[in-house]
């Protein structure tokens, strides 16, 4: 069975840290590039980063840039996003998704792309 699983959300101060991680399984996650999504309540879902397989360039949002680092462990068939000095306006639901990254825009998502179920990141005091 084909899936991506994330984990690594949770509840979070501001100014904290949390590492998000995506998992595959059932294909090996080397041939894909890799981008992270968020969605808080009310809002549209929106391209946060992107991770090349070909080079292993990066996509941050400008929102995110400077805080946020994502990174592949190809042995481990795993993606991580760092997150850093953490926001309240961080707080979403973060979905990874086989994309395609183009360069310094949004990654975009196809119609047969993968996507995890979601991982809850509350920033709060």
């Known amino acids: 069975q084909v899936q991506l699983v994330e984990s690594g959300g949770g509840l979070v101060q501001p100014g904290g840290s949390l590492r998000l991680s995506c998992a595959a399984s059932?294909?090996?996650?080397?041939?894909?590039?890799i981008a992270w999504f968020r969605q808080a309540p009310g809002k549209e879902r929106d391209g946060v980063s992107c991770i090349n397989v070909s080079d292993g360039s990066t996509y941050y949002a400008d929102s995110v840039k400077g805080r946020f680092t994502v990174s592949r462990d190809n042995a481990k068939n795993t993606v991580y996003l760092q997150m850093n000095s953490l926001k309240p306006e961080d707080t979403a639901v973060y979905y990874c998704?086989?994309?395609?990254?183009?360069?310094?825009?949004?990654?975009?998502?196809?119609?047969?792309?993968?996507w995890g179920q979601g991982t809850q990141v509350t920033v709060s005091s």
């Open positions: 059932g294909f090996t996650l080397n041939y894909y590039a």
């Open positions: 998704a086989t994309a395609y990254c183009v360069g310094n825009s949004p990654p975009l998502v196809a119609a047969n792309d993968y």
